[in-house]
Protein backbone atom coordinates (compact mmCIF):
# COMPACT_ATOMS: atom_id res chain seq x y z
CA UNK A 1 0.00 0.00 0.00
CA UNK A 2 1.19 3.35 -1.04
CA UNK A 3 1.36 5.89 1.96
CA UNK A 4 0.52 9.16 1.76
CA UNK A 5 3.37 11.70 3.52
CA UNK A 6 1.37 15.54 3.99
CA UNK A 7 3.17 18.47 5.16
CA UNK A 8 0.24 20.68 6.89
CA UNK A 9 2.47 23.86 7.09
CA UNK A 10 -0.36 25.79 8.08
CA UNK A 11 0.33 29.63 7.98
CA UNK A 12 3.44 29.74 7.83
CA UNK A 13 6.31 30.45 5.17
CA UNK A 14 7.07 33.33 2.69
CA UNK A 15 7.04 32.26 -0.96
CA UNK A 16 10.96 32.73 -0.33
CA UNK A 17 11.28 30.96 2.58
CA UNK A 18 8.98 27.63 0.70
CA UNK A 19 11.33 28.07 -2.56
CA UNK A 20 14.20 27.36 -0.20
CA UNK A 21 12.69 24.42 2.01
CA UNK A 22 11.51 22.79 -1.81
CA UNK A 23 15.06 23.21 -2.97
CA UNK A 24 16.54 21.75 -0.52
CA UNK A 25 14.45 18.67 -0.23
CA UNK A 26 13.94 18.41 -3.69
CA UNK A 27 17.74 17.80 -3.69
CA UNK A 28 17.81 15.75 -1.10
CA UNK A 29 15.02 13.64 -1.72
CA UNK A 30 16.88 12.45 -5.24
CA UNK A 31 19.18 10.43 -2.91
CA UNK A 32 16.63 8.74 -0.88
CA UNK A 33 14.09 7.88 -3.34
CA UNK A 34 10.92 6.14 -1.47
CA UNK A 35 8.46 4.34 -4.34
CA UNK A 36 5.93 3.65 -1.57
CA UNK A 37 5.51 7.39 -0.24
CA UNK A 38 3.63 9.94 -1.83
CA UNK A 39 4.62 12.98 -0.79
CA UNK A 40 2.31 16.05 -0.18
CA UNK A 41 2.67 19.80 0.71
CA UNK A 42 -0.21 21.55 1.97
CA UNK A 43 0.59 24.95 1.92
CA UNK A 44 -1.41 28.26 1.71
CA UNK A 45 -2.68 29.52 -0.75
CA UNK A 46 -0.45 32.49 -1.79
CA UNK A 47 2.50 29.39 -2.33
CA UNK A 48 0.72 27.07 -4.55
CA UNK A 49 1.26 28.71 -7.72
CA UNK A 50 4.97 28.97 -7.12
CA UNK A 51 5.70 25.63 -6.15
CA UNK A 52 3.25 24.31 -8.58
CA UNK A 53 5.94 25.42 -10.47
CA UNK A 54 8.94 23.24 -8.93
CA UNK A 55 7.07 19.95 -8.61
CA UNK A 56 8.38 16.37 -10.10
CA UNK A 57 6.68 13.75 -8.07
CA UNK A 58 5.16 15.75 -5.23
CA UNK A 59 1.74 16.40 -4.81
CA UNK A 60 -0.10 19.89 -3.40
CA UNK A 61 -2.78 19.97 -1.56
CA UNK A 62 -5.08 22.83 -0.62
CA UNK A 63 -5.07 23.68 3.64
CA UNK A 64 -9.02 24.79 3.11
CA UNK A 65 -11.68 25.71 0.28
CA UNK A 66 -14.83 27.32 -0.13
CA UNK A 67 -18.01 26.36 0.96
CA UNK A 68 -19.28 28.43 -1.96
CA UNK A 69 -19.01 26.85 -5.43
CA UNK A 70 -18.77 30.96 -6.80
CA UNK A 71 -19.33 34.48 -6.54
CA UNK A 72 -19.41 37.47 -4.81
CA UNK A 73 -17.68 35.91 -1.40
CA UNK A 74 -14.55 38.16 -0.73
CA UNK A 75 -11.69 36.17 1.09
CA UNK A 76 -12.67 33.34 -0.42
CA UNK A 77 -10.87 30.41 -2.91
CA UNK A 78 -12.94 28.54 -4.95
CA UNK A 79 -12.15 24.77 -5.35
CA UNK A 80 -12.43 25.46 -9.50
CA UNK A 81 -9.51 28.21 -9.06
CA UNK A 82 -6.83 25.46 -7.58
CA UNK A 83 -7.84 22.43 -10.00
CA UNK A 84 -4.78 22.76 -12.01
CA UNK A 85 -2.28 23.79 -8.75
CA UNK A 86 -3.36 20.60 -6.94
CA UNK A 87 -4.42 16.93 -6.15
CA UNK A 88 -6.04 17.10 -2.96
CA UNK A 89 -8.07 19.27 -0.17
CA UNK A 90 -7.64 19.35 3.22
CA UNK A 91 -10.89 19.90 4.53
CA UNK A 92 -12.05 20.37 8.55
CA UNK A 93 -8.97 20.60 10.20
CA UNK A 94 -9.87 20.80 13.93
CA UNK A 95 -7.97 24.35 14.22
CA UNK A 96 -10.69 25.42 11.27
CA UNK A 97 -13.12 25.01 14.38
CA UNK A 98 -12.49 28.32 15.87
CA UNK A 99 -14.41 29.73 12.80
CA UNK A 100 -17.61 27.89 13.62
CA UNK A 101 -17.14 25.43 10.93
CA UNK A 102 -19.47 22.88 10.52
CA UNK A 103 -20.30 19.27 9.58
CA UNK A 104 -22.10 21.16 6.90
CA UNK A 105 -19.53 23.25 5.68
CA UNK A 106 -17.68 20.09 5.28
CA UNK A 107 -20.21 18.60 2.97
CA UNK A 108 -20.30 21.61 0.78
CA UNK A 109 -16.62 21.56 0.35
CA UNK A 110 -16.10 18.05 -0.42
CA UNK A 111 -18.65 18.30 -2.81
CA UNK A 112 -16.92 21.57 -4.48
CA UNK A 113 -13.84 19.73 -4.71
CA UNK A 114 -15.70 16.52 -6.69
CA UNK A 115 -17.29 18.59 -8.25
CA UNK A 116 -13.73 19.78 -10.27
CA UNK A 117 -11.87 16.67 -9.57
CA UNK A 118 -9.76 17.44 -6.36
CA UNK A 119 -9.39 14.38 -4.28
CA UNK A 120 -10.57 15.07 -0.24
CA UNK A 121 -8.87 14.69 2.99
CA UNK A 122 -11.26 15.13 5.29
CA UNK A 123 -10.64 15.63 8.68
CA UNK A 124 -12.13 14.37 11.82
CA UNK A 125 -11.00 14.41 15.71
CA UNK A 126 -14.05 11.88 16.97
CA UNK A 127 -16.82 9.93 16.33
CA UNK A 128 -19.70 11.78 16.13
CA UNK A 129 -18.23 14.77 13.99
CA UNK A 130 -17.43 11.63 11.57
CA UNK A 131 -20.89 10.51 11.64
CA UNK A 132 -21.89 13.81 11.21
CA UNK A 133 -20.18 14.54 7.75
CA UNK A 134 -20.52 10.27 6.80
CA UNK A 135 -24.59 10.80 6.76
CA UNK A 136 -24.54 14.09 4.16
CA UNK A 137 -22.16 12.36 1.85
CA UNK A 138 -23.24 9.69 -0.86
CA UNK A 139 -21.44 6.16 -0.84
CA UNK A 140 -19.60 7.04 -4.40
CA UNK A 141 -18.31 10.06 -2.34
CA UNK A 142 -16.96 8.77 0.73
CA UNK A 143 -15.49 6.29 -1.13
CA UNK A 144 -13.14 8.65 -3.29
CA UNK A 145 -12.72 10.66 -0.37
CA UNK A 146 -9.53 10.66 2.03
CA UNK A 147 -10.18 10.20 5.93
CA UNK A 148 -7.61 12.08 8.50
CA UNK A 149 -8.00 10.67 11.73
CA UNK A 150 -6.31 14.17 14.17
CA UNK A 151 -7.93 14.13 17.34
CA UNK A 152 -8.13 17.79 18.67
CA UNK A 153 -6.06 16.93 22.00
CA UNK A 154 -3.13 15.27 19.94
CA UNK A 155 -2.88 18.98 17.64
CA UNK A 156 0.23 20.77 18.89
CA UNK A 157 -1.98 24.15 18.43
CA UNK A 158 -4.09 22.64 21.13
CA UNK A 159 -4.50 24.57 24.49
CA UNK A 160 -4.92 21.03 26.75
CA UNK A 161 -2.41 19.03 24.05
CA UNK A 162 -1.65 15.43 25.56
CA UNK A 163 0.38 14.96 22.96
CA UNK A 164 -0.14 12.06 19.89
CA UNK A 165 -2.55 9.64 20.68
CA UNK A 166 -2.54 6.43 21.81
CA UNK A 167 -2.33 2.73 19.72
CA UNK A 168 -5.37 1.77 21.02
CA UNK A 169 -7.40 4.86 20.58
CA UNK A 170 -6.84 4.81 17.33
CA UNK A 171 -7.34 1.48 16.93
CA UNK A 172 -11.20 2.17 18.30
CA UNK A 173 -11.34 4.81 16.13
CA UNK A 174 -11.11 2.67 12.81
CA UNK A 175 -13.27 0.14 13.77
CA UNK A 176 -16.00 2.29 14.83
CA UNK A 177 -15.60 4.19 11.50
CA UNK A 178 -15.62 0.77 9.54
CA UNK A 179 -13.47 2.69 7.17
CA UNK A 180 -11.24 0.85 4.37
CA UNK A 181 -8.05 2.58 5.45
CA UNK A 182 -7.53 6.20 7.21
CA UNK A 183 -4.53 8.88 7.88
CA UNK A 184 -3.37 9.42 11.33
CA UNK A 185 -2.43 13.22 12.33
CA UNK A 186 -1.50 14.49 15.60
CA UNK A 187 1.93 15.38 16.65
CA UNK A 188 3.64 12.96 14.16
CA UNK A 189 7.49 13.09 13.88
CA UNK A 190 10.06 10.03 13.30
CA UNK A 191 10.24 9.01 16.71
CA UNK A 192 6.45 8.58 17.24
CA UNK A 193 5.61 7.12 14.26
CA UNK A 194 6.85 3.80 14.16
CA UNK A 195 4.15 2.24 15.99
CA UNK A 196 1.19 3.28 13.77
CA UNK A 197 3.28 1.60 10.87
CA UNK A 198 2.48 -1.35 12.59
CA UNK A 199 -1.27 -0.84 11.90
CA UNK A 200 -2.25 -2.18 8.38
CA UNK A 201 -4.96 0.12 7.92
CA UNK A 202 -2.85 3.08 8.39
CA UNK A 203 -2.72 4.77 4.75
CA UNK A 204 -0.88 7.94 5.78
CA UNK A 205 0.43 10.78 8.04
CA UNK A 206 -0.77 14.39 8.14
CA UNK A 207 2.21 16.28 9.55
CA UNK A 208 2.15 19.58 11.21
CA UNK A 209 4.91 21.32 13.17
CA UNK A 210 7.94 18.36 12.13
CA UNK A 211 6.67 19.25 8.29
CA UNK A 212 8.35 23.09 8.61
CA UNK A 213 11.99 21.59 8.97
CA UNK A 214 13.30 19.59 6.01
CA UNK A 215 15.54 17.71 7.88
CA UNK A 216 12.59 16.44 10.05
CA UNK A 217 10.32 15.65 7.36
CA UNK A 218 13.23 13.81 5.44
CA UNK A 219 13.76 11.61 8.23
CA UNK A 220 10.11 10.73 8.63
CA UNK A 221 9.98 10.13 4.75
CA UNK A 222 12.74 7.64 5.55
CA UNK A 223 11.06 5.87 8.31
CA UNK A 224 8.01 5.36 6.24
Known sequence: MKRLLIANWKQNKTVEEADLWMDKFLT??????NTSVEVVISASDVLLYPINKKLTSISLATQDISKYSSGAH????????????????????????????????????????????????????????????KRGLDPNTLQKAIFAYEPA??????????????????????????????????SVDSSTVKDYLKLNFISGFLVGSASLDVDKFLSLYKVL
Open 74 to 133: TGETGAFQVKKLVSYGIIGHSERREFAETPHDIILKVQNLNAVGITPIICFDGYEWFSDI
Open 28 to 33: RIQQTQ
Open 153 to 186: SAISSAVNSTGIASIDDVKEMFERTELESMIYGG
